[in-house]
């Protein structure tokens, strides 16, 4: 019988090529969904949805969609049409007739939502248990709580029940989940995900997550959901990427504020992360974390809690059915607080925002655990707040600040504490380059928009080099120009440069050159300083590609030495060492 259980994206799209039915496959991953544990979906998985989509694809190529029929679950506060959001809340379930848009999205891409996934209620919470569904178990140990709010999420992928899912992150709820069962959590840039379709709990600071067991089939499925929705007033254009310096600065907390004190395990574990992240050529740099700590602390011990009054308080005002009492309570306090209140919070984020701003010039990630730790399920049932709070001091800043996270397993994955990779807005790209870097160990080379081609005192380790370093280019490697060309040094220039020709057919060398990579808006600022004689043109390369490079206007080789035969501006300058 057909077992998906554990598969990705590559075994699905596997086993369409083999020839097996997109049908096959869908029942085999309800049945799956039938026998999951308690808590993982609120309500029974969507076979007649589910079915009626595998039916849709079934004459479609599979090669033409990314997702052709892969499964995933929604949290059950992103709308999927004709099935009721609950929100983790009996009394406030509706039917809406659309799709939330990040679903759409991935319908439109070939994916098939099979089931509505649990949370902690109104996503307002950190620890999975805030649900009148049942408490889905934490993969790695049934002690401990599952994380929240995107609980049933994290639990569905962690159980290899589906490759990925959906869930929401505010306040860590897409990064705690996926640390706590060990698996991989994208928390994108605020904004370049539309949330149209979705309950809103902190509306600005909401964002759809995404899970998956490696960071590929996470970063895969991310990509699809970056959309600037014109009917969406929360989502906004990129306005650049953000490109990490060629060995990337990581940074580290100098000390551990009161309350972020880490367990044995979490510290042992995060530890040996930073020397992976080491050994992968990433520079560590140790950075003080007080503010950011502080900040986070605003998100419910502040007028922001009135946020999500704001979002579902008449639910919560009315005593709806099924209400979980500690949701009651965060959600009910935002009705005791002022206008005045509101601009004070405001205040205060605006301090803090420009205290934490200067950390970012000196560093490109920083790098935390999770959570402290684990929190177990007894703790929780003594004291619905106080676990709650300490899952969300390393995660609660992220948003606020604007910046965009991954969340990727510690260790062997088996340990309930992933490392958390926190970056600027628009970060994400980088972000999951680097994640997949510490997963698999090799971190693989950014290759931006704009590619220039560079022949003499550009290129690695010469003078010049640092113009291309200080806009973020990234050295995408060493290669040779087709045999049309001729090199020659120029008389007078400081330092020294040489100028390469296009030259007749059959008059020319293979010069070695570099091919380095930098963001459109860097490359613009890079040519408008290349004073004359020398120019950007378009080079052919030997294997044929071609890209913008120097070249010298020939009225500037007069007297100029014919260098050619050295092959390379290298060769020459070691020539008259």
Request: glycine share 10%; with cysteine; proline share 8%.
């Amino acid at each position: 019988m057909l077992d998906p259980t554990g598969w990705g994206l590559r075994d699905f799209a596997d086993a369409y090529r083999s020839g097996i039915s997109v049908t096959a496959v869908i029942e085999a991953t309800l049945d799956l969904l039938r026998r999951a544990p308690i808590g993982v979906l609120i309500g029974p998985p969507l076979d007649r949805l589910a079915l009626a989509d595998a039916a849709r694809l079934a004459d479609i190529d599979p090669s033409s969609l990314p997702l052709y029929g892969v499964p995933f679950v929604a949290k059950d506060n992103i709308d999927v049409a004709g099935v009721p959001t609950t929100a983790g809340c009996p009394g406030y379930a509706y039917t809406p007739s659309a799709y939330a848009t990040v679903v759409a999205q991935l319908r439109a891409a070939g994916a098939i939502v099979v089931g509505k996934a649990n949370l902690d209620q109104f996503a307002t919470g950190l620890v999975g248990t805030r649900t009148p569904y049942g408490v889905p178990p934490n993969v790695l140990d049934p002690a401990l709580v599952p994380g929240g709010s995107s609980s049933g999420s994290a639990v569905a992928v962690g159980l290899g029940l589906v490759p990925f899912s959906l869930g929401t992150d505010t306040a860590g709820s897409g990064r705690v989940p996926a640390a706590l069962n060990g698996i991989v959590g994208i928390k994108p840039t605020l904004g370049s995900c539309s949330t149209r379709g979705i309950v809103p709990a902190v509306r600005r600071l909401d964002c759809p997550s995404v899970f998956a067991r490696d960071v590929a089939d996470a970063a895969a499925v991310a990509a699809l959901l970056r959309h600037d929705d014109p009917d969406d007033d929360s989502t906004r254009r990129v306005p650049r990427r953000t490109v990490f310096r060629a060995e990337p600065v990581i940074g580290v907390p100098r000390r551990w504020p009161p309350g972020t004190e880490l367990n044995p395990v979490t510290a042992e574990s995060f530890d040996r992360s930073v020397e992976q992240l080491a050994a992968l050529g990433c520079r560590i740099e140790h950075v003080d974390i007080e503010r950011l700590v502080e900040i986070g602390a605003l998100l419910y011990s502040s007028s922001l809690v009135a946020e999500r009054t704001t979002a579902v308080g008449a639910a919560v005002d009315t005593g709806v059915e099924g209400l979980d009492v500690a949701v009651g309570a965060i959600i009910g306090r935002g009705n005791s607080m002022s206008a005045t209140d509101a601009y004070a919070t405001e205040y205060d984020l605006a301090r803090f925002r420009a205290v934490a701003a200067p950390m970012w010039d000196a560093i490109d990630v920083l790098a935390l655990p999770t959570t402290t730790g684990p929190a177990s399920l007894d703790e929780v049932s003594a004291d619905p707040f106080g676990p709650n709070e300490r899952l969300g001091r390393l995660t609660t800043f992220v948003n606020l600040l604007d910046l965009a996270a991954v969340v990727v397993p510690m260790g062997d994955g088996r340990i309930p504490c992933g490392l958390q990779l926190i970056g600027r807005a628009w970060s994400d790209l980088e972000l999951e380059r680097l994640a997949s870097g510490f997963e698999t160990g090799h971190l693989a080379t950014a290759v931006q928009p704009a590619t220039v081609v560079v022949v003499g005192a550009h290129l690695l380790g010469l003078p010049l080099n640092h113009q291309l370093t200080e806009r973020r280019a990234t050295l995408v490697g060493p290669a040779r120009t087709s045999a049309d060309y001729r090199l020659y040094a120029l008389d007078g220039t400081v330092p020294a440069k040489p100028g390469m020709v296009r030259v007749e057919p059959g008059t020319g060398v293979e010069i070695e050159v570099e091919i380095w990579s930098m963001g459109i808006e860097e490359f613009g600022s890079f040519v408008a300083a290349i004073p004359p004689p020398l120019s950007i043109g378009t080079i052919t390369l030997a294997d044929g590609t071609a890209h913008k490079g120097f070249l010298c206007e020939p009225i500037a080789l007069t007297g100029a030495a014919d260098i050619s035969d050295f092959g390379g501006w290298r060769a020459y300058l070691a020539s008259r060492s």
